[in-house]
């Protein structure tokens, strides 16, 4: 079994940029690594020299009402079923309710988390970081999904917790 990598955050924070940008063949043989759920879009990636399964979650449908509900539960699921978490937030919206009930999510399990500061791009950083420190989980990287920018030093820093 390869280790498993979640990228997980309230919708429109990158996670699918992030996710595409770092796998090579997408829908990883599911079949092939029991207790993965299907539910969720899996990528093989290698990473620093380490291979890895990549778990994109989000994808939630259903009506306005329910979609809280519905990315708490998916988001838990991949935090349960993963050796490393990779939380992202969006430095240009700030600090939102949603992300705040994805960190108290966090804060309930013991996984190795990194905090990924996304769209980093066109803010400045010192300021729109600042909030985020408050949440108290893991690590804090800034990155910009779309251009890649701080995505190496991200890698560089989730190998250490395989
Ligand atoms: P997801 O819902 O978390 O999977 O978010 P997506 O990956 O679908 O991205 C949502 C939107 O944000 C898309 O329009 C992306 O192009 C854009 N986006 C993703 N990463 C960045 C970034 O680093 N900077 C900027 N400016 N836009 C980004
Ligand atoms: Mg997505």
């Given at each position: 079994m390869l280790?498993v990598?979640?990228l997980?955050?309230?919708?429109?924070v990158?996670k699918?940029?992030?996710?595409?940008?770092?796998?090579?063949?997408r829908?990883a043989?599911?079949?092939?690594?029991a207790?993965?759920?299907r539910?969720?879009k899996?990528?093989e990636?290698?990473?620093?020299?380490?291979?890895?399964i990549?778990?994109?979650?989000?994808g939630i449908s259903?009506?306005?009402?329910?979609i809280?509900?519905?990315?708490a539960?998916?988001?838990?699921?991949a935090?349960?079923?993963?050796?490393?978490?990779?939380?992202?937030?969006?430095?240009?919206?700030?600090l939102?309710?949603?992300?705040?009930?994805i960190?108290?999510?966090l804060?309930?399990r013991?996984?190795?988390?990194?905090l990924?500061?996304?769209?980093?791009?066109g803010?400045?950083p010192?300021?729109?970081?600042?909030?985020?420190?408050?949440?108290?989980i893991?690590?804090?990287?800034p990155?910009?999904?779309?251009?890649?920018?701080?995505?190496?030093?991200?890698?560089?820093r989730v190998?250490?917790d395989?």
């Amino acid at each position: 079994m390869l280790p498993v990598i979640a990228l997980v955050g309230r919708p429109n924070v990158g996670k699918s940029t992030l996710f595409n940008r770092l796998t090579k063949s997408r829908d990883a043989l599911v079949a092939n690594y029991a207790g993965l759920t299907r539910d969720r879009k899996y990528g093989e990636a290698e990473i620093e020299g380490h291979k890895v399964i990549l778990v994109d979650t989000g994808g939630i449908s259903g009506d306005e009402e329910g979609i809280d509900e519905a990315m708490a539960q998916q988001s838990l699921q991949a935090i349960d079923e993963a050796d490393v978490v990779l939380f992202l937030v969006d430095c240009r919206d700030g600090l939102t309710p949603a992300d705040e009930m994805i960190a108290d999510q966090l804060r309930t399990r013991s996984k190795p988390t990194l905090l990924v500061a996304n769209k980093v791009d066109g803010v400045n950083p010192d300021i729109a970081l600042a909030p985020f420190y408050e949440l108290g989980i893991g690590e804090l990287l800034p990155t910009t999904a779309t251009h890649g920018r701080g995505v190496r030093a991200l890698m560089e820093r989730v190998v250490k917790d395989l």
